[in-house]
């Protein structure tokens, strides 16, 4: 099964081509430090098998957090409740990423403010969000840096950060968010200039052999927004800081897809694919091993995120490999469960 056979990304190898997405938890203390939840959440999809695991979206500040209960990753603190979650599920063969994030108007933290690229709010019942100066700008550039700086230490496998689903490097790079008049906004070089000064910063402390995701929101729903010919645009400006593309859509506007079906966003990701030549990840309502195959078989991406199929399922993976009677490396304490034919 091609699900089910190695991927090599730099210095990393991917024991199969599942991936867990990147899913808030919303279960953290109010000082975004992980509790014992994460540690088993992330443990049996490890044990589970998946190749990859993204961490959810983790704060570079206080104001850049989605939730009071999401994690974070401005202090010593927080690193510190990561780094054994991090050893045990590299102990149980999958390899693991932390997806850096800024909320920006989709802040909903207590804060005392919350920032975007324009004072647009998100919808009716959002605050109103202060435009950014070129200074909130530095801070925020400055704060993935020092997350990505913790995240090494930490020893995570690979770092991705969060451009997608309306967040602030989301808005940044859509029309529909952002009407900024000065060198950040206009054209499409302008308002990827945010991102671009975020993949650089991060690479001046991200170990040069571990590679760097970046999630794209490559479709907003909305005439005037992002498509993906647009975001191929965007993907040729980042492509010498990012190794891997984390397909998505939506987020941006309230505005949700015209249907909804499983693998509704692997044209997007077969486009990006195509158009940059870097590998992609590609998502959405995918559950069945057969559309894993064809996916991948096709060669329309190069891996697979499994979001809430792995929620209701965290041995998505060695139930697959059991049902198909492949001979996978099982965990060995469990080995007799996934072995057994009946």
């Known amino acids: 099964m091609y699900g089910l056979t190695p991927f090599t990304i730099k210095n990393m190898t991917l024991r199969n081509r599942i991936v867990m997405p990147p899913m808030c938890m919303y279960s953290a203390g109010t000082d975004g430090v992980a509790k014992a939840f994460h540690f088993s959440h992330y443990i049996a999809r490890a044990v589970g098998g998946v190749g990859l695991i993204i961490m959810e979206a983790t704060g570079v500040l206080p104001c850049g957090r989605i939730s009071d209960h999401c994690l974070g990753l401005w202090n010593d603190e927080q690193a510190e409740a990561l780094a054994p979650i991090v050893r045990a599920c590299q102990e149980q063969g999958a390899k693991m990423a932390l997806q850096l994030n800024h909320a920006g108007r989709k802040c909903e933290a207590s804060v005392p403010a919350v920032y975007a690229p324009s004072a647009i709010p998100f919808d009716e ?3 109103l ?3 950014m100066t070129e200074a909130d700008m530095r801070e925020t550039v400055a704060a993935f840096r020092s997350a990505a700086e913790r995240a090494s230490r930490i020893g995570f496998d690979a770092i991705e950060i969060h451009a997608a689903h309306g967040y ?6 859509s029309p529909l968010t952002n009407r900024r008049a000065d060198g950040y906004g206009g054209s499409t070089e ?7 000064e975020v993949l650089q910063a991060v690479h001046e402390v991200w170990p040069a052999e571990k590679p760097v995701l970046v999630r794209v929101s490559a479709e907003d729903y909305e005439p005037e927004g992002m498509h993906p010919e647009e975001m191929a645009r965007v993907a040729a400006l980042i492509r010498p800081y990012a190794d891997i593309l984390d397909v998505s859509t939506g987020g941006v506007v309230p505005t949700p897809p015209a249907a909804l079906y499983a693998g509704y966003q692997v044209k997007a990701a077969e486009f990006l ?3 940059s030549g870097l590998p992609v990840i590609t998502v959405g309502l995918i559950t069945d091993p057969h559309q894993v195959e064809e996916i991948l078989g096709n060669g329309r991406a190069d891996l697979v995120a499994l979001g809430r199929e792995l929620l209701r399922n965290p041995y998505w993976v060695l139930n697959t490999a059991r049902d198909y009677r492949i001979d996978y490396d099982w965990p060995a304490a469990y080995a007799r469960g996934f072995k057994a034919r009946r």
């Open 125 to 127: 019942g959002s605050p």
């Open 129 to 131: 969000p202060h435009e």
């Open 168 to 173: 602030l490097l989301s808005e940044f790079l």
């Open 190 to 196: 302008n308002r990827c200039r945010l991102l671009l």
């Open 273 to 275: 694919r195509q158009a």
